[in-house]
């Protein structure tokens, strides 16, 4: 009882004569800004149409690498979304299981509320599926906005509907140097595309290489081939340790090489920053990640030179305007990661044009077949490349519409009030 009393009066002491430490001094506004959820300060949640709507069902036709989201308003306005490609029928259970009973009954005017309360509520579940599921949703109320408001979603986020310039991504690891410079200068005579990245290194693989020598063999041979005459990028997809990413990071910058995307693996954002500091090629690097948190922390650092966040990763398009908004405040270029010709790209496009620290160009794969070619099944009209920038659907909503012989053949599901 009496170390109490000391205690308390010994506080209140040194409260008067001002010795505690400043921890314990009562914060000012500006100290108690927390950023909740990646907002920044001033942050003004979105109000794109008037409240009084409630959602009132969620379907979901999936097959294995692609899923895609109807929701229903309670006046039978529809939108259409993506879950994000790659086991996306695991992702649509979730949707069901996880995301359904926290949106259904909801008022889509409240997106901010609805996409945070699906991350807090599922704070058992850190993070991916439950991400890629939310980005199913949320990218249909997009569209519903944009059905009701009969706008594109580029307008409703503030932007202006016009083409994007592009960087033809190459996926392969597998082509040889000489095979990897002919179809870039192919593409780039006939679709007036010059700007173009692709592989080094491998995957996640601890400076492994797709076979001995192959990082070497195709920084040299396509990047002297065509480095006067294009904006060259590369990506190592995780692949390195600081030390040999400024190794390769050193090389590329000799043969006129200018982005250097994800050198080390993503969630070492320190490694990251230090290969950032050491190269005066600027690093690229975000898609993996997915928690706000983090992004903040990303571009804090910073890590990257340019951030690059999956609008379906992240979960949709007001959780990628946060990032967009914290990278922004410290000067750092936005470039959605849009690496297949499903719904992703759409939606980097309408994103693109809206935010204030869009990079330079959007990533468009030149890939065929595999998910590529599902895409082109999935949705019309396809996009279009028009002298090297994609044309942006400029219909209400995304500006596409779901072809009727696909979602015939996936896997249906329902959730509704009484489902």
Same mark, same amino acid.
């Given at each position: 009882m009496q170390r109490r009393n000391f205690l308390k009066t010994s506080a209140s002491a040194a409260i008067l004569a001002g010795t505690l430490p400043a921890c314990a001094a009562p914060q000012t506004q500006e100290e108690s800004f927390y950023g909740h959820q990646g907002r920044i300060r001033d942050y003004q949640k979105f109000?794109?149409?008037?409240?009084?709507?409630?959602?009132?069902?969620?379907?979901?036709?999936s097959q294995p690498n692609v899923a895609v989201v109807r929701v229903t308003a309670d006046n039978g306005m529809e939108g259409w979304g993506q879950i994000s490609t790659y086991d996306a029928d695991i992702s649509a259970q979730v949707l069901h299981r996880r995301i359904a009973s926290l949106v259904l009954g909801s008022d889509p005017a409240e997106i901010d509320d609805l996409a945070d309360r699906?991350?807090?509520?599922?704070?058992?579940?850190?993070?991916?599926?439950?991400?890629?599921?939310?980005?199913?949703?949320?990218?249909?109320?997009?569209?519903?906005?944009?059905?009701?408001?009969?706008?594109?979603?580029?307008?409703?986020?503030?932007?202006?509907?016009?083409?994007?310039?592009?960087?033809?991504?190459?996926?392969?690891?597998?082509?040889k140097p000489e095979d990897e410079v002919e179809r870039f200068t192919r593409l780039r005579d006939e679709m007036g595309i010059n700007s173009f990245k692709f592989r080094v290194g491998k995957e996640a693989s601890r400076n492994g290489d797709a076979w001995p020598g192959r990082t070497e063999e195709m920084i040299k041979?396509?990047?002297?081939?065509?480095?006067?005459?294009?904006?060259l990028l590369v990506d190592a997809n995780s692949g390195y340790t600081p030390v040999r990413a400024i190794e390769v990071g050193k090389m590329l910058q000799d043969y006129g090489i200018s982005q250097f995307e994800e050198p080390c693996p993503y969630w070492e954002?320190?490694?990251?920053?230090?290969?950032?500091?050491?190269?005066?090629?600027?690093?690229?690097?975000?898609?993996?990640d997915n928690d706000l948190s983090q992004w903040r922390r990303i571009v804090s650092l910073p890590s990257v030179d340019i951030i690059q966040?999956?609008?379906? *990763? /992240?979960?949709?398009?007001?959780?990628?305007?946060?990032?967009? $908004?914290? !990278?922004? =405040?410290?000067?750092? #270029?936005?470039?959605?990661?849009?690496?297949?010709?499903c719904l992703v790209t759409v939606f980097a496009l309408h994103?693109?044009?809206?935010?204030?620290?869009?990079?330079? *160009? /959007?990533?468009?794969?030149?890939?065929?077949?595999?998910i590529? $070619?599902? !895409?082109? =099944?999935?949705?019309? #009209?396809?996009?279009?490349?028009?002298?090297?920038?994609?044309?942006?659907?400029?219909?209400?909503?995304?500006?596409?519409?779901?072809?009727?012989?696909?979602?015939?053949?996936?896997?249906?599901?329902?959730?509704?009030?009484?489902?």
């Open positions: 109000s794109i149409i008037d409240p009084g709507l409630k959602i009132e069902k969620i379907e979901t036709w699906c991350v807090e509520r599922n704070l058992k579940f850190p993070w991916s599926y439950v991400l890629r599921a939310l980005g199913g949703v949320e990218t249909a109320i997009w569209d519903l906005y944009g059905k009701i408001r009969q706008q594109p979603v580029c307008e409703l986020l503030g932007g202006e509907v016009k083409p994007v310039p592009i960087y033809g991504s190459s996926m392969s690891r597998a082509i041979g396509v990047g002297s081939a065509l480095a006067d005459s294009c904006t954002i320190e490694w990251n920053a230090e290969v950032t500091r050491s190269l005066d090629l600027k690093v690229s690097g975000g898609e993996q966040p999956d609008p379906l *990763y /992240l979960g949709g398009v007001v959780r990628t305007v946060r990032a967009a $908004q914290m !990278a922004a =405040e410290k000067g750092i #270029p936005c470039v959605p990661h849009s690496a297949n010709l994103i693109m044009r809206a935010i204030t620290n869009a990079g330079p *160009y /959007l990533e468009y794969t030149i890939e065929d077949g595999g590529n $070619q599902i !895409a082109r =099944e999935l949705y019309s #009209p396809n996009l279009e490349i028009v002298d090297g920038a994609l044309d942006m659907p400029s219909a209400p909503g995304w500006g596409v519409e779901f072809n009727k012989e696909w979602l015939d053949k996936a896997d249906y599901q329902l959730s509704d009030e009484n489902n």
